[in-house]
């Protein structure tokens, strides 16, 4: 085991202590690729009981694979992110692809820091449970009924993909307005070690 493994473990460990113990509900989390359709309540920004994440108009939409205006190359590596940063035009519709370099379960998600800041606590919930360890998902863990029903999760939100290592995924998102976005990976301890970015609007006409 090297160092690099220690630490990463560790911080996904400590990660599901800070971020356990709060009973949050059911969101969709599932390996999700791609543009799938989702929950659009503009007043909602943050993980609710109807599920999804809030990625409403206040972070932009799902895109349409027929609509994409450009392709962004991502990779991810541990712990940190390529490139470090996006750019975007309001209005402009992105395909991420988005590749999995490291050792480690990762995620790619779009969001605001307080959108992050809720899926933390469910992501750590998930590692509470075994759905997701330092290096996987349990597929078959992710399917059952972790609590009445709440705690079913299956990370297909169309915002997010969560991707193992060696694996790619993709994730098309139209943005709708200027928004303070961020991109970043909520696997516990891994936004803390510093795995996120900002997206940037470019407001050059």
């Known amino acids: ?31 999700g690729h791609g543009a799938k359709k989702g929950h659009h309540d503009e007043k909602s920004e943050g993980h609710g009981k109807s599920g999804g994440h809030g990625h409403g108009m206040s972070i932009g939409e799902p895109g349409k694979s027929g609509a ?14 390529e490139p470090e940063e996006i750019e975007i035009k309001k209005g402009e519709t992105i395909r991420f692809v988005i590749t999995n370099k490291g050792e480690f379960l990762h995620e790619f998600n779009i969001g605001t820091t307080t959108m992050h800041e809720a899926h933390q606590k469910e992501m750590a919930m998930m590692a509470e ?29 169309p915002n997010s993909a969560l991707v193992e290592p060696g694996k790619s995924a993709e994730v098309i998102w139209h943005f709708t307005k200027n928004t303070e976005l961020e991109f970043a990976c909520n696997v516990p301890g891994h ?13 050059a006409h």
């Open 1 to 31: 085991m090297t160092i690099k493994t220690v630490i990463l473990t560790a911080l996904f460990t400590s990660g599901i202590t800070i971020g356990g113990g709060a009973a949050f509900a059911a969101g969709s989390h599932k390996d």
């Open 68 to 81: 994409v205006d450009r392709t962004i190359i991502v990779k991810m590596s541990d712990n940190f992110f």
């Open 129 to 157: 449970h075994g759905m997701i360890t330092p290096t996987g998902i349990d597929h078959e863990k992710m399917k059952m009924d972790h609590g009445d029903g709440k705690m079913m999760m299956d990370h297909n939100d």
């Open 191 to 203: 936004y803390d070690a510093g795995m996120m970015g900002a997206i940037k609007f470019n407001h």
